[in-house]
């Protein structure tokens, strides 16, 4: 038999109806011939409910019952979704994760896959059943406890199993109908993509479309798990959504496939450092240790070859993370100093900084889009603070006011509304 595995974000099992809605779709790929694997979210808001009241009932909890409590949203949908589908002469069985059973590494509210076996969900569908629903977001570790995967998990699970099980493909019903150029919100001609390569979305992913978990494209990229994204929303077809695919697949590509961007970014300069073999591990190191994110990293040429205070090459140091990190940051910083690691004169923080990035693989094989890039901002007379580069992707940092103003000139500069 032919399978799929498709999957329901929490909007799109909100309610009953919601339920009913999405176990009529699960029905119509079962009529078309298909053994369907569905893999459900929590109720929209009941992981965060659920959330609240562990953090309520033990501020410093368990990290082992924050998992028994987060991971029993999943549950409730399972079940009701088998019941749904069984109400419609649908043969279909409900797995929680320690049932099929779901290995996960022990790293409770991050927890990593390790294995799934097939001979349960196997011996099911032999005998007839044509639909298995198991609960996304949930593991079972090897002591033997519930484990989840950290938060919009459950597409890592929908990927993981379509991988395991060699799915056809693997269905992301959500509340949007596909992966647009940018944010919709922001410019009225962002387009709906037919087909995406996975190295696109993992950049689109990870700079804040927050349509898929990164973790799940990572995984279908190494896998080769087609994926699409879809709305639940609507009347859905072969042709609807989204195909986040190979590159192979993808026929005709722009050079830019979409304008991304992040908000919330800080940026910090360290003035006036030593230029010495070991600096940016002296600095970079306790960042690390500190837990924070850095992105972008730029060290300017030294610009003196002695300096009388410093006694030797000095050269300034700038780098950006998020918003949120930065009083971890400044103090990872200070306490370098104070501990005679790093000599810095002056340390700036920029806290109204926005990162625009665009993104496409056709960059690879095509000069000068750097070069419109920063055309398109200069002509909105935009200053652009910091650049940084990879094979893929450009990016830069500038004043958060301009963002919505750099995604729109940057979607015309690059003539996104158009496709290929
Ligand atoms: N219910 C979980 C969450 O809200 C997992 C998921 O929906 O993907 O994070
Ligand atoms: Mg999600």
Redesign the pocket.
Known sequence: MPLLVMKF?GTSVADLDRIRNAAEKVKREVERGYDVIVIV?AMSGKTNELVGWVEQTSPLYDAREYDAVVASGENVTAGLMALTLQEMDVPARSWQGWQVPINTTSAHAAARFVSIPRENLDAKFAEGFKVAVVAGFQGLSHEGRVTTLGR?G??TTAVAFAAAFAAERCDIYTDVDGIYTTDPRITSKARKLDRIAFEEMLELASLGAKVL?TRSVELAMRYKVRLRVLSSFEDTDENSGTLVCDEDEIMESKVVSGVAYSRDEAKITLFTIEDRPGVASAIFGPLSDAGVNVDMIVQNISEKDYDEAHSGAVTDMTFSCPVNQVARAKKAMEDAMAAGEIKYDDLIIDTDVAKISVVGIGMRSHAGVAARMFEALSAENINIKVISTSEIKISVLIDRKYMELAVQALHDAFELEKAA
Do not use: K, W
Request: zero cysteines.
């Open positions: 974000g979210s919009g459950s597409d978990q």
